[in-house]
């Protein structure tokens, strides 16, 4: 709040005088630098190395491992089900995300300033946007497919290829118009912070730009996010009663446990035949509905 303060930029002030971290800035991209960052000397070289080398090494980490959850989902066919779809969407996303955002970053962080140009920007912006908001997106979904398979049970209608591919295009579709906007003048994307990235510009005060951010705010955040807390709140409220049930009746059978030694060290996300009656309540159901219903999870 009091301004440059921090010791990070002391290097700076007693190097360069009265430079700031925009000095260094190509001159085509002075017309999107906001006055705030020129109260702010440039950044000791050093951060620049130890930011680009974690920004390096997260990178590496995220490519390797979203790209090996790819590929097993492509080629083991039996993990192509509903629910596994939208973890390969995130999966997807979280790739993409690091693939477009990390060597850019690292060749500016060399360079110790943005040096791809204006055009570039707004195109590192727009994708580190659009995958934030698929990603995102895609985590509530698969909060709702678990609502659905363990809060309603039997009683919700079953995922399918077809549903879970549907909701994955109208995951990209909104993430885009939302990420595309500043591309047309709501709002717009510009270099920010040490000015090796870009992003949204949150410190235009007009109305086009604040209105952008609030919107988008809530949609891609607040909403989400309420969603999520939402769905996983009735599922530990649902598995909750369950294990109550399990224990009453367990007290009633004047017994331990329901489950044997092998059950409990098996995944908490199986249940027995009875198990899954006795959390929604039910008595019995026909054996082919039964069936048909696990598989279809």
Known sequence: MLGPVYEAYSYGA???????????????????IDAHWYH???????????????????????????????????STKSLRTPSNMFVINLAISDFCMMFCMSPPMIINCYYETWVLGPLFCEIY??????????????????????????VKGLSGKPLSINGALLRIV???????????APMFGWNRYV?????????????????????YLVMYSIWVYF???????????????????HEKAMREQAKK????????????????ECCSYDDLFMVHGLDSVPSHQFFWHIQSR
């Not at 130890?50 to 390096?56: A, H, Q």
């Not at 990603?135 to 363990?150: E, G, K, L, P």
């Not at 004047?254 to 908490?268: E, F, G, I, K, P």
């Open 14 to 32: 007693t190097k360069y005088g009265n430079e700031t971290v925009a000095d260094k800035v190509p001159p085509d991209m002075l017309h999107l």
């Open 40 to 74: 702010y000397p440039p950044l000791n070289p050093m951060w620049h190395g130890v930011l680009g080398f974690v920004i390096g090494m997260l990178g590496f980490i995220s490519v390797s491992g979203n790209g090996m959850v790819v590929y097993i989902f492509l």
């Open 125 to 150: 912006a727009m994708l580190g946007s659009l995958f934030g908001c698929g990603s995102i997106w895609t985590m509530t979904m698969i909060a709702f497919d678990r609502y659905n398979v363990i």
């Open 170 to 180: 109208a995951i990209w579709v909104f993430s885009l118009g939302w990420t595309i």
């Open 191 to 211: 270099p920010e912070g040490n000015m090796t990235a870009c992003g949204t510009d949150y410190l235009s005060r007009d109305i086009v730009s604040v209105s």
């Open 223 to 241: 909403v989400p996010l309420f969603l999520i807390i939402w769905s996983y709140w009735y599922i530990i409220q649902a598995v909750a009663a």
């Open 253 to 268: 059978m004047n017994v331990a446990s329901l489950r044997s030694s092998d059950n409990q060290n098996t995944s908490a």
